[in-house]
């Protein structure tokens, strides 16, 4: 990574613009602050304000993730659109729609004995034994109605996250005193649906569902980065043999959390036997 | 899981169709590719050739922007190895030397002939003495 600071430019960052062609990125957040991304050679070069260069939550909390996601693809770095928690070495992807829940649940969970790991993207690699799922830097993104669920998200504000949504966006660990982790071997794949009424039903679903979900969910590649392509599908079929259950659910998230917590242990009995 | 997942958004623009290709001839590997007529004949009728790649000739894949404007905005050029990145409004040019291609988006504002004399110019300024634009070379 090189970055040029712009040191007399005083410019904030702007909506971020994202735009890409054959192996190259680039984003922009404003007219000053200029990332490229060159997939093919594995480099980040950048121009920022001297505003930007300090502001650590930018780099932080948007910066990184983006870097992942774009440069993730050349080395085999599989975004997935998933929470990711963890209990005594065993990590579980909640996957879903927007708005199914994630991040709600993911505090939840949190707050119910699991290690957060990440709430909405889940970057998965390969390793010797299998699969390893990290999370970013990134802060959890609740939406308004949360707060209903967690009253210490009172003393916080709401704010315009980057895809625009209105959100409440913390520092899980500060915020619920909750323990998180940067990486864990992911055990079991969940599909979160919320259903009406307070209950809960696990449901068994096919691997070739799995691949299909976190195959639709990356971006399409160009045809020259091959090999990039050929590595995340390695990855991808790694997911995608991981127990997968569908899991309705209504109610709170904390009853949701228990349950899943009940699920986890029985799962992991199962391992152990 | 449901119907949204089953398509991928492009939503970096990358798969953009480019219907109007000009190529070069048996020996040339140029190609200029572009979603807007006037765009691919300006390049095609200033084509650049990229003298530390064996006179290689530039391929460019140029696409226009449906809006954007680069009216009062501040141009800005990135160069790192062998990138170099134009940036100004919501037009980006990007030239890779080692690969001999430049590849872009033009906000709707700027017309093809500015791309051509001001804009493409300007991307491969401090290089100039390696590159140069030719006419004589686009009727050989």
């Known amino acids: 990574m090189r970055v040029v600071v712009a040191e007399t430019l005083r410019d904030g960052t702007d909506d971020p613009y994202f735009r890409g062609l054959h192996h190259v990125v680039i984003a922009s957040f404003g007219e000053s602050n200029i990332f490229v991304f060159d997939i093919l050679r594995r480099t980040l070069s950048a121009h920022v304000s001297g505003v930007v260069a300090r502001d650590d939550s930018f780099w932080k909390e948007k910066l990184i993730p983006i870097t992942l996601g774009v440069l993730g693809a050349a080395i085999g770095l599989v975004p997935v659109h998933c929470a990711c928690l963890e209990v005594d070495g065993h990590g579980l992807l909640v996957a879903g729609a927007s708005g199914a829940g994630k991040s709600t649940l993911s505090v939840a969970l949190a707050q119910a004995g699991f290690s957060y790991v990440s709430d909405d993207w889940t970057y998965i690699s390969e390793s010797e034994d299998g699969i390893v799922a990290h999370g970013t830097s990134a802060p959890v993104k609740l939406l308004p109605d949360a707060v209903r669920h967690f009253s210490s998200l009172q003393r916080h504000a709401l704010r315009t996250s980057m895809n625009g949504e209105l959100a409440y966006e913390v520092d899980i660990a500060r915020t619920f005193s909750v323990r998180t982790r940067r990486e864990c071997e992911p055990r079991w794949l969940l599909f979160l649906e919320r259903t009406e009424g307070a209950e809960v039903e696990f449901t068994p679903m096919c691997s070739a569902e799995a691949r299909n979900y976190v195959s639709a969910g990356v971006e399409r590649l160009p045809v020259r980065l091959h090999e990039a392509v050929a590595l995340r599908e390695r990855t991808i079929e790694l997911v995608g043999r991981l127990p997968c259950w569908r899991f309705r659910y209504g109610g709170s998230p904390q009853f949701a959390a228990e349950q899943l917590l009940d699920f986890v242990v029985s799962r992991r009995q199962e391992i152990c036997a | ?140």
């Open chain 2, 1 to 140: 899981m449901n119907g949204e997942r089953g398509w991928h958004p492009d939503l970096l623009r990358r798969f953009v169709a480019t219907p109007y290709v000009f190529r070069g001839g048996a020996e040339s590997l140029a190609c200029i590719e572009s979603n807007d007529l006037e765009i691919a004949l300006s390049l095609w009728n200033a084509r650049f050739i990229c003298r530390g790649q064996n006179n290689r000739e530039l391929s460019c894949k140029v696409i226009r922007e449906a809006a954007g404007s680069a009216d009062g905005a501040e141009m800005v050029v990135i160069s790192d190895g062998p990138l170099r990145v134009l940036y100004q409004g919501r037009t980006i040019l990007i030239h890779d030397c080692e690969s001999a291609e430049v590849l872009g988006f033009v906000s709707s504002d700027v017309k093809a002939p500015e791309l051509v004399s001001l804009l493409l110019p300007a991307l491969f300024a401090p290089q100039s003495k390696e590159f140069v634009t030719t006419g004589a070379f686009t009727k050989k």
